[in-house]
């Protein structure tokens, strides 16, 4: 069975551009969470999409956004980037919500100069 | 707000020793799973704990959910340099996938 899978690996972005991140779930799971991972912060929950729609949301502005698609693939985008941005961001998927184990992907790492 | 506080941050130790990694809150969750973490990759869960008091064993690991279901902790027995990596905790509050993740232990077993 193929894992999660994230991409691209790896993107350098200059301030104010916007980008898409993009997540494959492993196949049959419906629930696809988001997490922000940075040396000072650690990981940071983003949001959760089940089955098209938002579950819920971390603390983040306005700027971060996602979406989930019907074959359950999700997309993240941020934008207006800012220095600050610049973080490892992990999808991670499971067969269900709540308190689900969670099949992390390799993430994107993200870097804004 | 809830929070995960780990510690060690950082464990340095020779092959054959053991350690315990400790997970605290003030929080009651509902799951509290452990992850573990190498260098460009993502976590990979090693165990969920649920029940309060409840014990897990994973060959040389075990772990422990406290009776109130506010802390955890990981004890590992005769490391070896395969153990080596990031340590996380996460903590879930039931209904959503929103995990609150400890800061996480950096384990690092010398040969």
């Known amino acids: 069975k193929a894992g999660v899978t994230q991409t691209p690996r790896y993107l350098i972005k200059t301030r104010g551009q916007q980008v898409t991140l993009s997540c494959s779930p492993i196949?049959?799971?419906?629930?696809v969470s988001w997490y922000q991972q940075t040396p000072g912060q650690g990981l940071q929950f983003l949001f959760e999409?089940?089955?098209?729609?938002?579950?819920n949301k971390g603390n983040f502005p306005g700027r971060f956004s996602g979406r989930q698609f019907s074959n359950s693939r999700s997309e993240m985008n941020v934008s207006t980037l800012e220095l600050g941005d610049s973080a490892l961001y992990l999808c991670?998927?499971?067969?269900?919500?709540?308190?689900?184990?969670?099949?992390f992907g390799n993430g994107t790492r993200l870097t804004v100069t | 707000t809830q929070l995960l506080e780990q510690s060690p941050q950082f464990l340095s130790i020779q092959e054959g020793e053991n350690l315990t990694v400790y997970c605290n809150s003030s929080?009651?969750?509902?799951?509290l799973q452990w992850y573990r973490q190498e260098p460009g990759e993502g976590p990979v869960l090693l165990v969920t704990?649920?029940?309060?008091?409840e014990v897990k064993k994973l060959k040389r690991l075990t772990f422990q959910f406290g009776d109130a279901r506010k802390d955890s902790s990981l004890h590992i027995t005769a490391a070896q340099p395969g153990d080596t990596g990031l340590y996380l905790c996460a903590g879930g509050s039931g209904g959503y996938n929103k995990l609150i993740f400890g800061a996480g232990t950096r384990l690092a077993v010398h040969p």
């Open positions: 196949s049959g799971h419906r629930s």
């Open positions: 704990v649920v029940t309060g008091g």
């Open positions: 991670a998927s499971s067969f269900m919500t709540g308190d689900s184990p969670l099949h």
């Open positions: 929080s009651v969750f509902s799951s």
């Open positions: 999409y089940f089955s098209e729609t938002q579950r």
